[in-house]
């Protein structure tokens, strides 16, 4: 098992820049791809982005391509989510999901998520 834990959320300006981070712990954080997903209220939960097990492969909707950038650190079992260009239709709540999985991104295979960072962009 593992258990996640997201930080760095707040509210900020369109325009704006935040980095949120998700810290992990439990056995063998290297055999989970991670993904970090978003839900605003009303709204279905969508991925914003996805990292393999060691980190070289990453997958991102075209709604954040170009503009939010992940990365882990397998050492210290953390993932950090870059976001830049902030736009208010990205204010959600921000999630870090685990899945004992060999691939990027696959809907449906996250078993492992934190309890959320609220993220706020204001226009």
């Known amino acids: 098992q593992v258990q996640l834990v997201e930080s760095g959320g707040g509210l900020v300006q369109a325009g704006g820049s935040l980095r949120l981070s998700c810290a992990a712990s439990?056995?063998?954080?290297?055999?989970?791809?991670i993904g970090w997903f978003r839900q605003a209220p009303g709204k279905e939960r969508e991925v914003v982005a996805g990292?393999?097990?060691?980190?070289?492969?990453?997958y991102y909707p075209d709604s954040v391509k170009g503009r939010f950038t992940i990365s882990r650190d397998n050492a210290k079992n953390t993932v950090t989510l870059q976001m830049n260009s902030l736009k208010p239709e990205d204010t959600a709540v921000y999630y870090c999901?685990?899945?004992?999985?060999?691939?990027?991104?696959?809907?449906?295979?996250?078993?492992?998520w934190g309890q959320g960072t609220q993220v706020t962009v204001s226009s």
């Open positions: 439990g056995r063998a954080f290297s055999r989970y791809a």
């Open positions: 990292i393999s097990r060691r980190g070289g492969s990453t």
């Open positions: 999901a685990a899945a004992d999985y060999s691939g990027t991104y696959t809907r449906g295979v996250y078993d492992y």
